[in-house]
């Protein structure tokens, strides 16, 4: 134990003589450890995110798209085509409780981008038309006003519910509630037609404030009975997306299978391999997004490992050089009693020591990059969780004393098996 002891005094002696050399030798394994870190770190709050974003837009639902899609892959309306098979008379099917039993709520919704005016105020934003079943599905709450109900959402009232960020730019002082905006339609919105000028609406509430929800900003946007966005302010005949709220978790996968019936029926299909519809519930994506985040943490990870590969190669070259450059001490050790296990430990010790100690800073370097880049996160309004896993810690650590003893080794052997009296003759 005492030879031990005395064998680490001596590595950390001659590391500390050597300082520039050792910083530098280290170096690949910090950087190795520490994109390990940070990897697996933001993996995690990215997966946190995302599964936090989806969990906000509700419990239980059920979403429907126009376009086909296979099981595993997004439905083409996602990336912006327009796809007109769902339409108004799809969703009352669907509403019907003999059609679809188990489900509660039936949101319709269509969406685009305007200007809303309110006397001198005016900003750019985005509106979501749906109706009064919204805050059943969405779970909204209102910090002003009330949403518009069933009634005003079919009648097409011309009512609107601010966000709380639109709510603040157009009225600074207050007094939204009761006031008309218009929303001025763009004469060259594609989607609109021949249909141009502005729609005034009377304000009836606020929404409360929420963040960043489905990598959307919540609280810049409105919201406008269906009817009215959907024929004055897009001039359009179909529903973009639905969204249904189903009354237990146990009963989604049978509601799927009833919303799928109902518009085969509708749209007179009877192969499901035509179904020009999309129908996918939240757990579904949750298992999608989880998957795909696994992998890229996976990939990630590996790709920082190889940096590890590259730091112990280094470390081994460095060994190499100082066991050249210290062939005379070898041999003088030896001279004096030195055994190769001694002149071996020394060696072995000085890799596992560098890549000790580089795991150490990697990993104080990985959680402070990696609390920063949450700090900036949270600072833009995301729900990015700060997450170190004590698995990582322990990873990092373990591979990069693994890759002292590994890359270590050979430069180690090879000192402790010097000839004494050729090493002391070595110029």
């Given at each position: ?5 005395k ?8 590391l500390?003589?050597?300082k ?6 280290i ?7 520490a994109?390990?870190?940070i ?31 296979n099981?595993?892959?997004p ?14 008379s799809?969703i ?21 981008n305007?200007?809303i ?12 038309a749906?109706?009064?079943s ?15 109900s ?27 509630i009761?006031s ?14 021949d ?8 304000v009836?509430?606020?929404q409360?404030?929420?963040g960043t ?27 973009q997306?639905?969204?249904?709220k ?12 009833d919303?799928?019936r ?14 020009d519809?999309?129908?996918r ?14 992998t ?39 001279a ?14 000085e ?6 100690t ?13 609390y920063?880049?949450a700090l ?15 698995f ?21 052997l ?14």
């Amino acid at each position: 134990m005492n030879n031990l002891v005395k064998e680490l005094k001596t590595t950390i002696k001659d590391l500390l003589a050597r300082k520039g050399r050792s910083f530098l030798t280290i170096l690949g394994i910090i950087i190795g450890v520490a994109g390990v870190i940070i990897i697996i770190s933001l993996g995690s709050g990215a997966q946190s995110l995302v599964l936090g974003q989806i969990t906000k837009l509700g419990s239980n639902l059920v979403g429907v798209l126009p376009g086909k899609s296979n099981e595993n892959g997004p439905p083409t309306a996602v990336f912006g085509v327009q796809i007109k098979t769902l339409t108004l008379s799809d969703i009352n099917a669907i509403k019907d409780k003999g059609n679809v039993p188990n489900a509660t709520d039936v949101a319709a919704f269509v969406s685009g981008n305007v200007t809303i005016i309110a006397g001198k105020e005016s900003v750019d934003t985005s509106f979501t038309a749906t109706d009064g079943s919204y805050v059943r599905v969405q779970n909204t709450e209102m910090t002003k006003g009330t949403f518009f109900s069933d009634e005003e959402g079919n009648s097409g009232a011309n009512v609107i519910v601010l966000g709380y960020d639109v709510a603040q730019n157009l009225f600074p002082n207050g007094g939204e509630i009761g006031s008309v905006v218009k929303i001025k339609i763009p004469n060259n919105n594609p989607a609109a037609g021949d249909v141009s000028g502005s729609v005034p609406f009377r304000v009836i509430g606020v929404q409360k404030k929420l963040g960043t929800v489905a990598f959307q900003n919540q609280d810049d946007q409105v919201f406008i009975p269906f009817s009215v966005g959907q024929r004055q302010i897009l001039g359009i005949d179909y529903v973009q997306f639905a969204r249904i709220k189903v009354n237990d978790g146990a009963n989604v996968k049978s509601t799927m299978e009833d919303v799928k019936r109902v518009l085969r029926e509708q749209h007179r299909i009877h192969d499901a391999e035509n179904d020009d519809f999309f129908v996918r519930d939240l757990a579904d994506a949750i298992k999608l997004l989880t998957s795909i985040t696994d992998t890229l943490r996976v990939f990630l990870g590996l790709m920082a490992g190889i940096s590890l590969v590259v730091g112990g190669i280094g470390i081994m070259n460095i060994m190499l050089v100082t066991v050249s450059e210290r062939t005379r001490e070898i041999g003088l050790r030896k001279a004096i009693g030195a055994t190769r296990k001694n002149i071996r430990n020394q060696f072995l010790f000085e890799a596992i020591l560098l890549t000790f100690t580089g795991g150490v800073l990697g990993i104080l370097f990985g959680i402070l990059v990696s609390y920063l880049v949450a700090l900036g996160a949270r600072f833009a309004g995301y729900d990015w969780a700060f997450i170190i896993s004590p698995f990582a810690v322990i990873l990092a650590v373990s591979v990069s004393i693994l890759t002292g003893i590994v890359f270590g080794l050979y430069p180690a052997l090879k000192a402790a098996r010097m000839d004494p009296i050729v090493a002391l003759r070595y110029e």
